[in-house]
């Protein structure tokens, strides 16, 4: 069976997107699915070009079990094509990945992820970057809930 390429994007691919590969990527491994799955992230800048995850976001992450290893790397047009699903985080990521897009026919692979929440009502995962550990720890709560919703959406997906 052909993989379900799945990228996570975000504003500097190193607090949320990388968290949430990680956190998607755990919950696959944990549902005996990491053969059908490629699982990636990537930035809208390339300021963070080869970075680790921003150490608050990695000391959250290993908090709730996850370790967090992407090196950061800007999202490139190849992506569009490349991935199944391109998920971002806020408004802005959705605002950014319509722009770049490079044809209409690629636009049904761009998702906001919240549109997976189940236990949370939010429109956006907000960048947890310049404000303080609750909102790393938010970040983390939304990632698990919508990564959640995203799996329980892609094995209807896998099995129909
Ligand atoms: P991310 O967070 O988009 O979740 O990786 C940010 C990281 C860096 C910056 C902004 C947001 N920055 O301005 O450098």
Redesign the pocket.
Known sequence: MLKKKILFV??????????AEEVMRSFVEKEGLSSLFYIDSA???S??RGEM??RR?RDHASIRGYSLTHL?RPLIIEDFYNFDMILG?DKQ?MKSLYKMAPETSVENKIYRLTDFCVKYKADD?P????GGPEGFDY?MDLLEDTCNGLINYLKNDLLS
């Open positions: 975000c504003l500097g691919n190193i607090c949320r997107s990388p968290a930035g809208l800048t300021f963070h995850p921003d976001m950061s985080m990521n995962i960048d947890p970057y310049y970040v």
